[in-house]
């Protein structure tokens, strides 16, 4: 888990050890970090925000060199283009917004980890028009 919050680590760890067949095997708050740890740890999943100081979303490219086989699940903030599809062109498993409720991530996690690609359900609906 690569997220620059405390708190949201914390919670995300809340919520997968209660998840018997999920572990988190590293966490970290930046980028430097988060390229020792999978290093390191070789995790099935990396949950990456984008927003991470440096940026997060530069680092799925060097992610996907580095592991190749790895899940990456973007955790983030940003529910609108063109993060979403920036993601995705480079590379990214799955895409959940923050707002998501947290069975929703842990079918995600699920997901990717067996190699499907995943949307959280508010990025499937199409986008409400803005009012100028």
């Known amino acids: ?3 620059d919050h405390a708190i949201v680590r914390a919670g995300f760890r809340a ?3 209660q998840e018997a067949d999920l ?3 590293a966490e970290c708050g930046g980028i430097p970090e988060a390229r020792i740890a999978v290093q390191m740890a070789h995790p099935d999943v990396l949950v990456l925000d984008l927003s991470l ?3 997060g979303l530069a680092l799925v490219p060097e992610m996907r060199e580095a592991l190749p ?6 955790l983030s903030m940003h529910d609108r283009e063109p993060w979403i599809s920036e993601a995705l062109r480079r590379g990214v498993t799955g895409y959940v917004t923050k707002g998501a409720a947290s069975d929703e991530l842990v079918a995600a996690l699920r997901a990717v980890a067996a ?3 995943y949307l959280s359900s508010d ?3 199409p986008a409400a028009p803005r009012r100028a």
């Open 1 to 3: 888990m690569a997220d």
């Open 15 to 17: 919520l997968i050890e």
């Open 23 to 25: 572990e988190i095997v």
């Open 53 to 55: 100081p440096g940026g």
């Open 69 to 74: 086989g790895m899940a990456i699940l973007v």
């Open 115 to 117: 190699g499907q690609p």
């Open 123 to 125: 990025l499937q609906q």
